[in-house]
């Protein structure tokens, strides 16, 4: 028996998304929408449909389904990238779907003191990971990501290697986190030693290095800073080793903490991320700075901490404290 149409299509848009070199994340995501786009269409192939079965998949997310302007904006992505670079047919005119409206919200922010108390919770290597999300203004997957030799205790600084946008960047390596670290990559490479005794010591390279750098994929400064501790099977090469930590395993750390230092705010990974621009911002660094530091693309981006320093939502004072003053006074 024939395998579906649309199995077939979705082979050839991982194999295309490979090499592209995108994530396993972007390639699970696009592939999931596509498989539903095809689905929702009565597994009509994609090639027989168009712009006006786009619009109308697009519409239905935002309209019956409710999602976020994120993810449809995730669905829309996928399926351009069906039709420009999987089966080449270029869409004329502009998509006119009913687009999800995207919230202004204001991220939420951890005071200093609250800050100190959360990571005073952590303990182990989800403490160094807390630092780092904290002290340097990593992004989750960023600071999971993390190999060896990307952290420089010579220069002083973390390197960030493909991140948001597939661009590299240098960000604050923090002095607090550097002896915990020492004592933990002694661990790790203990660790490492044992695997490659146990022949599966090898780690995913991105950008078929694997093939440009014969045994790369053994080397100490290759490895992962946080692994996972068991062994898994890489779903793209087959090879059985060990990979990363999950983003999942952090988080329920960072909750656990939260929890013991009685703080109500909701904090995640990316809340870290939130305090580090917003307590620079304090100090008095320059937007330009921390714009760089965070890896923005547009300083607009940045910008949206000035909203939420410590004076409140406009960094004025409130009138009723300035009556209050005067009356003091």
């Given amino acids: 028996m024939s395998p579906a149409p649309q199995t077939r299509l979705l082979d050839k848009v991982r194999d295309k998304i490979r090499l592209k070199h995108y994530s396993i994340r972007t390639e699970e995501a696009y ?35 409710n999602v976020a302007a994120s993810t449809q904006n995730q669905a829309f992505s996928a399926l351009l990238f069906l039709y420009k670079e999987v089966l080449k047919i270029e869409i004329e005119g502009k998509i006119k779907a009913f687009r999800a409206k995207k919230p202004m919200r204001l991220p939420t922010v951890l005071t200093v003191d609250e800050t100190q108390r959360v990571l005073a919770g952590m303990s182990g290597q989800y403490l160094i990971m807390g630092q ?40 604050i390596f923090p002095d607090v986190a550097k002896e915990r670290l020492r004592e933990h990559l002694d661990q790790r490479k203990a ?6 005794a146990d022949d599966v010591g090898s780690v995913y390279l991105p950008n078929a290095l694997a093939v440009k750098y014969k045994n790369a994929d053994k080397e100490w400064g290759w490895q992962y800073v946080f692994p996972s501790s068991g ?51 304090e100090a008095g660094y320059d937007i330009r700075t921390i714009q760089d530091l965070l890896g923005h693309k547009d300083v607009s981006t940045t910008m949206i901490y000035t909203h939420v320093l410590n004076k409140g939502g406009l960094a004025v004072q409130s009138p009723l404290d300035i009556h209050h003053q005067r009356k003091i006074h």
């Fill in 31 to 65: 592939t999931s929408w596509i498989k539903r786009y095809i689905l929702f269409h009565g597994k009509r192939h994609p090639k027989d449909m168009g712009k006006k079965e786009i619009e109308a998949y697009l519409t239905h997310l935002a309209t019956r389904r």
């Fill in 191 to 196: 660790l490492h030693e044992s695997d490659l």
């Fill in 231 to 281: 062994l898994s099977v890489d779903p793209r090469s087959g090879i059985r080793r060990r990979h990363h930590l999950h983003e999942k395993t952090l988080n329920r750390a960072i909750y656990k903490a939260r929890k013991l230092a009685g703080i109500i705010k909701p904090v995640t990974c990316h809340t870290f991320r939130h305090s580090f621009a917003t307590h620079l911002l």
């Fill in 132 to 171: 780092l999300l904290y002290g340097g203004g990593l992004r989750a997957i960023e600071c999971l990501r993390l190999r060896v030799k990307d952290v420089d205790f010579g220069l002083n600084q973390i390197v960030v290697r493909d991140g948001k946008g597939q661009k590299d960047r240098i960000t």
